[in-house]
């Protein structure tokens, strides 16, 4: 079993980090927290966020809602000229939202890295997004 | 300046572009430098022996500052710290392991392993069940 490269945030994923209220926080906390102990391991591991995942989430890094998450070590994954190619076709093919559609964009962006893993609370149209990448989807 | 600040202080620094280097008078002991260069030389690990040490230190200052700000939250909302099964199920799930989809293996996995291994972690928990269910069938 290979551990992932690459972890990625859906919008339900983002609110269940920001809200100590919300019913999954300690689950997506404990994804956190596993990414933590294999980082002190130095296995390489990246946590991201597409960028317009985080604006449907209204995850803004300059308010202080956001501390928490903000310190979770997220990079953002921008939705840049290539990836808007991909996400733009996701929409037209599939009729996903931006920001899922930005989450397969990221997929295919970071796949060379190694092994993708998808947070998610809506597992069919992730794995409509990411096809035909291997990506393991857990839903949250 | 209080840990959050540091905290924040530190993730900004790492998130800063690399362009700028700077001279230390960082002292580390000859035999450490000798073993880095060696490894870079015959090894290929890194481009330089200043590569290598930037980028150990840069991963480890990545895992520090995570766990810190993870303990922090954990201090203000103890409920939120997940148990040895928790991570042991969110182990197998990050990793699509077949075990995931049997979260009751996994927390007695953890329960038992956690009696002679206080330390154990999520991965340590992982593979026990693993190699439990290799002898089981």
Known sequence: MTPPRTVVLDNEAVHALRSTDHAKHPRVIAHVQVVAQRKRKAIPLDVVVPTAVRVEAGWDRRTPAAALVNHLRISDMPLESASANVAADLVARLDVSVADAHIGATVHAVADRGPVTILTSDPDDMAAVVDPVPATIVTI | ?137
């Open chain 2, 1 to 137: 300046m209080n840990r959050r600040d540091v905290i924040t202080r530190i993730g900004s620094l790492l998130d800063a572009p690399d362009g700028r280097t700077v001279g230390t008078s960082m002292r580390i002991p000859e035999a450490l430098r000798d073993a880095a260069a060696l490894a870079v030389e015959h090894l290929h690990v890194a481009p330089s022996t200043t590569a290598l040490t930037a980028g150990a230190l840069r991963s480890r200052l990545e895992a520090v500052v995570l766990q810190a700000a993870l303990d922090s939250h954990y201090r203000e909302h103890p409920k939120a710290r997940p148990s040895l099964s928790d991570l042991a199920v969110a182990a197998a799930q990050l990793d699509g392991h077949p075990l995931a989809s049997r979260p009751a293996v996994l927390r007695r996995a953890a329960d038992a392993v956690v009696k002679s291994h206080p330390d154990a972690d999520a991965d340590d928990v992982l593979l026990w069940a693993e190699a439990q269910a290799a002898v089981v069938r």
